[in-house]
């Protein structure tokens, strides 16, 4: 397997998508093609329908402080 780069084809619904200059090992007997995995990964993020898109960051609420004993000084070990 050598790393070559060639044009990736995909489908994204009703669209072909080409993607020239794409990261892939061949084989030199076969002709069998693995796609670079990190590339692979890119592509999907780039082609994400929520991309380009303001992420919606979750609201955590504040930690709530313990209170001390309401009565100071008193032994809870009751």
């Known amino acids: 397997m050598h790393l070559h780069f060639i044009t990736y084809f995909t489908w994204l619904n009703e669209e072909l998508i080409t993607v020239p200059n794409f990261p ?13 995995q990190k590339a692979i990964s890119w592509l999907n993020l780039i082609l994400s329908p929520n991309a380009g898109r303001p992420t919606l960051r979750k609201r955590v609420p504040p930690r709530v402080r ?13």
């Open 66 to 78: 313990q209170r001390a004993s309401s009565r100071p000084g008193r032994d809870q070990t009751r």
């Open 24 to 36: 892939a090992w061949v084989c030199d007997v076969c002709g069998r093609r693995e796609y670079d």
